[in-house]
């Protein structure tokens, strides 16, 4: 299993990013996605979840209406829209699929500020 995050960096409040992770080593489709942030001194966090084939997504209060988890099974990718971003939302972002609870990818930061 492998799990490769993208499209992190800095951007003003308010901003927009896209987040990008390739995975490998399983069969994407049969299997939900999540992405988990953890900022500087505080516990990993579950930010949204998208379950096989798309069919649902469930997203935590704090980011709910701003971000939007999406998946291409074509490209074994799952993605995260941010929107509106704010200060608190900075961290680093990392994708994980809950059934190979033992490997994490390396991560992409997030930095938002003025």
């Known amino acids: 299993v492998q799990l490769v995050e993208s499209g992190g960096g800095s951007v003003q409040p308010g901003g927009s990013l896209r987040l990008s992770c390739a995975a490998s080593g399983f069969t994407f489709s049969n299997f939900a996605m999540t992405w988990f942030r953890q900022a500087s001194g505080k516990e990993r966090e579950l930010v949204a979840t998208i379950t096989k084939r798309g069919g649902s997504t469930l997203y935590a209060d704090s980011v709910k209406d701003r971000f939007t988890i999406s998946r291409d099974d074509a490209k074994n990718t799952v993605y995260l829209q941010m929107n509106d971003l704010k200060p608190q939302d900075t961290a680093v972002y990392y994708c994980?699929?809950?059934?190979?609870?033992?490997?994490w990818g390396q991560g992409t930061q997030v930095t938002v500020s003025a």
């Open positions: 994980h699929a809950p059934a190979f609870a033992y490997y």
